[in-house]
């Protein structure tokens, strides 16, 4: 079963404002954490954020912040003030705390979503 | 610096032709894994290695072969490439043990574009 869903393959913005890019994942272990990776064009995975299922705020990282909604189960990325570097495609991922005592299936990743800001 | 090597970068090959890729780490970790990465299904583990001479199953294992004769080295071995192979492929490692590896990144090679005619 799928456990990381990323329904947005593609997605627009203008240079400057805001965006947010979807991420759905399914887990019955109550403890885990999710990250977002970027990829640009020239390939390298670079770690964005993380969030732990546990943790009471949700993260930031300069203009990166996680909407974390544990109900729900999604851990939107939301990057604001949009820069064309930030051209890329995204990548949501989980590990779960049920595997934290082996490598078995560390680490999920979502399909992705191709970002692209328009000048 | 910290990093994860990858050789080679960019492979052509064809099929049949037993191919290596080469991964090495230099952050001592234990946990090693390689990934393929093709449009629409985001990156997929191959296989993984929990330490040395330690090496298990991804989700995705048919066709390719491990070994982890040293800790910082985890080479990806195709013994006899197919087209369906043709893919992207990342190494990546991190450290292994602990409570709080839940929240570990995993570091990444930079990548080893592999076209199997």
């Known amino acids: 079963a799928q456990k990381i869903t990323q329904t947005q393959p593609g997605m627009f913005v203008q240079e400057k404002e805001a965006v947010t890019l979807d991420c759905t994942y399914d887990t019955s272990d109550p403890s885990y954490g999710l990250f977002w990776y970027k990829q640009p064009s020239s390939g390298e995975m670079i770690f964005l954020i993380y969030?732990?299922?546990?943790?009471?705020q949700n993260a930031t990282e300069g203009r990166y912040s996680l909407n974390f909604q544990k109900a729900r189960k999604s851990a939107n990325l939301v990057i604001s003030a949009s820069q064309l570097g930030d051209s890329a495609m995204y990548f949501c991922?989980?590990?779960?705390?049920?595997?934290?005592?082996?490598?078995?299936?560390?680490?999920?990743f979502g399909a992705g979503t191709r970002l692209t800001v328009k000048p | 610096e910290a990093q994860v090597t990858q050789n080679p970068r960019y492979l052509i090959t064809v099929t049949g032709k037993k191919l290596t890729v080469t991964c090495s780490q230099n952050m001592n970790h234990e946990y090693m894994s390689w990934y393929r990465q093709d449009p629409g299904l985001g990156l997929r583990q191959i296989y993984y290695s929990m330490n040395v001479e330690v090496t298990d199953k991804g989700d995705v294992p048919e066709g390719y072969k491990v070994s982890r004769k040293e800790k910082r080295n985890f080479p990806l071995i195709l013994e006899s490439p197919s087209p369906n192979q043709t893919s992207l492929y990342f190494c990546?490692?991190?450290?292994?043990?602990?409570?709080?590896?839940?929240?570990?990144?995993?570091?990444f090679g930079p990548g080893t574009r592999l076209l199997v005619l």
């Open positions: 990546a490692s991190s450290t292994r043990g602990g409570p709080d590896r839940i929240q570990e990144t995993q570091y």
């Open positions: 969030q732990g299922s546990y943790d009471q």
């Open positions: 991922a989980m590990r779960e705390g049920l595997y934290l005592g082996s490598a078995v299936n560390d680490m999920r």
